[in-house]
């Protein structure tokens, strides 16, 4: 049996989940999901980030303390995961113990060699938490969350990245680390053969508001936030605590991480040289995603640009609100997203579309007296999807999955199975019915990765004995258009 381990990058908690948080727990979802269908043995997993400066910050304008803030907001995100029908397997905060031993387990496993004590000043966005160079900023301000770094001057322990270099260009053009999409790889590659600097990889304990998981034997320093946060990676599965995490961290797994395009840098540069310091496998495939924005401005906590998802999922519905998110654009790009969109997409193919043809012929169904049947569908059975999905093209695989049902509706519209009901042909009409019922089983498997609730509905409607004509999957939405 074949192994996968997929996981998700982990959000700060230092405000509610945003729509942003949303697509990417989705599209791993639909990953996981699919590779269970076809007999993998998969784990994924999630969690939050919470011991960042930001949780502090944002724990004392709010007049609580750190632990208070994370426990709570940790919450919401375990919440939308629930309400959007994540299948994770792992949820992993990085404020619990079994996390903190695991990162310090790590940094004693680093080549002594690799690290080292320096004095730095530098650009730092509180933000980010992360360095930057002057060239890299925009008039002045971080790209991401358009605020001005602060000149930050303190030793810290540093890490040899730049010795790596030559390795990391290696593994990502041979596609030893694969890169999905292409252009991401060429501009990972382009990073790496610019010039790779040595990186500071803890920060002042003071500075840090005493939070965070000290340096092994130097309580002064913290380790850096996206260091403990990249072991997470590992401590989901054991790693520092039991040998279980050797059974999905290892060369005969397939490791897949899906991440922002912001966060590149960290998952496909810092990551693997850190594993390799640390004698480990590197991961097998880094998904870059691109962002959600809101009339061309992305979507984010840090400039109090949000939508709340799960307001979206208790007014139309977590597949609606799965379906909007995964068919809309290529996960590769950036795109608008609007509650408009969202009610388009629900009313012309969730119900016109799926909803419809369910309802025409079940009811067909019951009228001609259809009995059981016997649904035997695979997701193998359904052609042309596995290579877009296992590019994570989720747009194009729901493309062919509803080319299918506008073929079978259009069908119907030209078979005119009625006129068989009305002259009593029963037996032939019902020979039509088994033929767009076989169709149909292998678009409710191909839906399950997608929208797990409306395939196990499907599933239920198809096992009645008889079949009767099915409630309504998608309630059209009145709008103003």
Wanted: overall charge neutral; aromatic content about 10%.
């Amino acid at each position: 049996m074949n192994k996968v381990y997929i996981t998700t990058t982990i959000p700060y908690v230092n405000a509610k989940p945003h729509i942003g948080h949303a697509l990417e727990f989705v599209q791993a979802d639909v990953l996981a999901r699919y590779y269970r269908q076809t007999g993998s043995n998969v784990r994924f997993q999630t969690g939050t980030d919470e011991n960042a400066l930001t949780n502090v910050l944002a724990a004392r304008v709010q007049g609580i303390e750190p632990q208070e803030l994370v426990n709570r907001n940790s919450a919401f995100f375990q919440n939308l995961c629930e309400a959007l029908k994540i299948s994770n397997d792992e949820f992993i905060r990085t404020t619990e113990k079994r996390h903190e031993g695991a990162v310090q387990y790590f940094w004693t496993q680093l080549n002594p060699e690799d690290l080292f004590l320096k004095s730095y000043s530098g650009l730092y966005c509180t933000g980010c938490e992360d360095f930057y160079l002057e060239r890299d900023l925009v008039d002045g301000v971080c790209p991401d969350h358009g605020t001005k770094p602060v000149i930050v001057e303190e030793e810290n322990y540093f890490f040899r990245l730049s010795s790596y270099q030559q390795q990391l260009a290696e593994l990502i053009s041979s596609g030893k680390i694969r890169i999905y999409p292409e252009t991401r790889k060429e501009e990972i590659l382009n990073f790496i053969q610019g010039g790779l600097h040595d990186i500071s990889i803890s920060r002042s304990t003071k500075r840090s508001g005493n939070w965070g998981i000290r340096v092994p034997g130097d309580p002064s320093q913290v380790i850096y936030v996206w260091i403990d946060a990249l072991i997470n990676y590992l401590s989901g599965i054991g790693y520092g605590n039991s040998n279980r995490w050797k059974s999905f961290w290892n060369t005969g797994t397939k490791k897949v991480h899906v991440i922002g395009k912001n966060v590149w840098k960290f998952h496909a540069v810092y990551w693997p040289a850190l594993l390799i310091s640390a004698g480990l496998p590197v991961p097998d495939e880094i998904v870059i995603h691109g962002f959600l924005t809101e009339k061309g401005q992305k979507i984010s906590k840090s400039k109090g640009k949000t939508i709340d998802p799960i307001t979206l999922i208790d007014q139309y519905g977590p597949d609606a609100v799965r379906y909007s998110l995964l068919s809309n654009a290529s996960p590769f790009s950036d795109w608008d997203f609007s509650t408009e969109k969202l009610e388009a997409s629900h009313n012309n193919n969730l119900a016109n579309g799926l909803g419809n043809l369910i309802s025409r012929v079940t009811t067909l169904c019951h009228r001609a007296g259809y009995g059981r049947y016997e649904d035997r569908s695979t997701i193998s059975d359904f052609k042309g999807i596995h290579d877009v999905i296992q590019s994570y093209s989720y747009e194009k695989a729901l493309k062919i999955i509803w080319e299918k049902i506008t073929k079978i509706n259009q069908d119907i519209d030209r078979k005119k199975p009625w006129v068989l009901l009305n002259e009593g042909k029963l037996p032939e009409l019902r020979a039509r019915l088994t033929e767009w019922l076989n169709v149909i089983s292998g678009i409710r498997c191909a839906l399950s990765p997608f929208l797990p609730d409306t395939s196990e509905r499907i599933s239920g409607i198809l096992s009645q004995n008889p079949i009767i004509p099915a409630p309504v999957l998608f309630p059209k939405i009145k709008t103003d258009l």
